[in-house]
Each structure stands twice: as C-alpha cells, then as structure tokens.
C-alpha cells in the first residue's frame, strides 16, 4: 500500500487526481480542502473509497496538520508522496482590499507548512524514492498585470523547490514543481472572466483570445494533469528533482 495526501483535491487538478490515483487498490490517499462539502463530495466519487481519508482544514494551521496525523495515527505512520496542489487565484491590488496577505499566505507560506509537517512522515516511508511535488503556475515564469500575488506566490515556490530538492536530495526525497498554463477549472474560468470584465469583452471571446495565443490553442483538462501527478509519484520517476515542469500548451518556452 502506498500512501498519497493531495491539497486542493475539493475540485479542479487536485479531485481529478484523486480520482486517477483512487484506480488503484494499493494506493491510500489523503484528500484535503477547507471546504467539507467539497472534500466528501469527492471521497464518494473515488474508486476503493472506505480505504481513503478525507479532511477539512486550511494548510496553513500546523495543528490542524497535527491533528490529521494524530487521528490517523495507525494509517498515516507514513506517507510516499505528497501533491502541494491547494492555491487560490485572482489579481490583487494595492490598499485597503488588497488581497497580497491572502494569497501570500495560502500559496506559499500554506505550501511551506504543508510540507514540512509531511516530512516526518515521508521520511519513514520505505520506499526508494519518496515525492514532492507543488502546484506552481505558468505565472512563476511570465508575468501579468494585477496578478503581483499570484505571480509573487508561484514564483516562490520554484525557489522553495531548489531548496528543498538539495536539502532532502540524500534522502531519496524529490521535490519539483508544476507550472501549467490555463488548466479547465473554476480557477481558470474565474481568471477567464476577470480578464473578460478587465477588456470589456465577454467570456467566450476572451476564451477564444487566450487560446489564440497559445501554440497549441487548447486549454489543458485536470485529467490531463492528474495523468503526470501519477507518472510524477510512480517508480519509474527516479531523476526528476529541483525542476519546475511546464505543461502549458506551449505558452512558455525555456
Ligand atoms: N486552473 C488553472 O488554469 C491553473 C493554472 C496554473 C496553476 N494553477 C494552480 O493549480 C492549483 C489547483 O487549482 P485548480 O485550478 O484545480 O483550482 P480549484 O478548482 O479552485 O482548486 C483549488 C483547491 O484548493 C483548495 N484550497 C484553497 N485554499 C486552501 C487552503 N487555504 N487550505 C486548503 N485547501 C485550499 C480549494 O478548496 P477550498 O476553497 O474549499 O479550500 C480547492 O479544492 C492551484 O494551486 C492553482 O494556483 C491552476
């Protein structure tokens, strides 16, 4: 039996992986989210669902991290991988509503705690390599205007990555980073139509606009997401560790 946590797994990137992952029998999976509702609804859409964990908390509370593992003591004695995949978008601007602290604190400062409380665990799991692997964004690698959080945030945690890839690389633990371009999710489509309300156009024609600028002209399904999450935490991943991957369409090109 392996054992896998995913944050943001109440929708999005984070359920559909869940859902993946729940396919096989020899995989327990900690689901997260702040939103109950959210995170049962998914537990019963899984494969294998009475061997799962759902919770609800915010990553950014230690204890309630502590807590998880205490009331799960028997089931969580280790973990082989975790998805730091919980994040909140939308633009941010300078004053009195100004959502930096928020998005500062949930994107990286969250990702941060949730790591290092995971890492006892991680290290007592028994395999040969155990995985990290954050939810950046394609905005760690361009920027766009109003976004000084988000793009502050995501970029961040390519710095948290490097660390931590050579801090636990002689313990067998990979840690990389996800940067995807638009992903098909409620974050997305509020991003879609932020921007649609910023240029005065509707959200079909700003949809089209922003798959006009990408090389592939597709948004990326969670599926699709889900699908590398798996490859990313399987055995035959052994040398991928400190990178920031981009599955964007083409919209960013080192
Ligand atoms: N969709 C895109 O185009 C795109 C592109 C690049 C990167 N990303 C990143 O991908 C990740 C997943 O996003 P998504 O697109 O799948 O969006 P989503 O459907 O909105 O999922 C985000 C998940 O994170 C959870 N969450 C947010 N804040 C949390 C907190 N403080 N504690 C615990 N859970 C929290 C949300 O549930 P609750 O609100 O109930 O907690 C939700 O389950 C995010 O990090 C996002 O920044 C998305």
């Given at each position: 039996m392996k054992t896998y946590i995913i944050t943001g797994a109440g929708s999005g990137m984070g359920a559909a992986t869940a859902r993946l992952l729940s396919k096989d029998p020899n995989n327990r999976l900690v689901i997260i989210s702040r939103t109950k509702?959210?995170?049962?609804?998914?537990?019963?859409?899984?494969?294998n669902k009475e061997q799962h964990i759902?919770?609800?908390?915010?990553?950014?509370?230690?204890?309630?991290?502590?807590?998880l593992f205490a009331t799960y003591s028997d089931k969580l004695a280790s973990i082989d991988g975790l998805?730091?995949?919980?994040g909140i978008g939308g633009a941010n601007h300078y004053g009195e509503n100004d959502r930096w602290d928020e998005i500062i604190s949930i994107n990286l400062t969250g990702t941060y705690v949730s790591i290092q409380e995971c890492?006892?665990?991680?290290?007592?799991?028994?395999?040969?390599?155990?995985?990290?692997?954050?939810?950046?964004s394609c905005l760690a690698r361009f920027g766009v205007p109003a976004y000084t959080a988000y793009c502050t945030a995501k970029t961040g945690l390519l710095g948290l990555t490097r660390s931590l890839a050579?801090?636990?690389?002689?313990?067998?633990?990979?840690?990389?980073?996800?940067?995807?371009?638009?992903?098909?999710?409620?974050?997305?489509?509020?991003?879609?139509?932020?921007l649609a309300n910023a240029i005065g156009k509707?959200?079909?024609?700003?949809?089209?606009e922003q798959?006009?600028?990408?090389?592939?002209?597709?948004?990326?399904?969670?599926?699709?997401?889900?699908?590398f999450v798996k490859f990313m935490f399987s055995d035959l991943q052994t040398s991928i560790t400190g990178q920031g991957l981009d599955i964007n369409n083409g919209s960013f090109m080192i």
């Open positions: 509702s959210n995170i049962d609804e998914v537990l019963t859409s899984l494969d759902a919770a609800a908390f915010d990553i950014r509370e230690a204890s309630a991290w502590k807590n998805f730091a995949n919980a890492l006892p665990y991680l290290r007592n799991s028994k395999q040969a390599f155990k995985h990290i692997l954050i939810t950046s050579v801090e636990l690389g002689s313990e067998k633990i990979l840690v990389n980073a996800l940067c995807p371009g638009w992903v098909e999710t409620e974050m997305a489509r509020a991003g879609i139509q932020l509707d959200y079909q024609s700003t949809f089209d798959m006009g600028i990408v090389p592939l002209q597709r948004i990326t399904q969670p599926e699709e997401i889900a699908q």
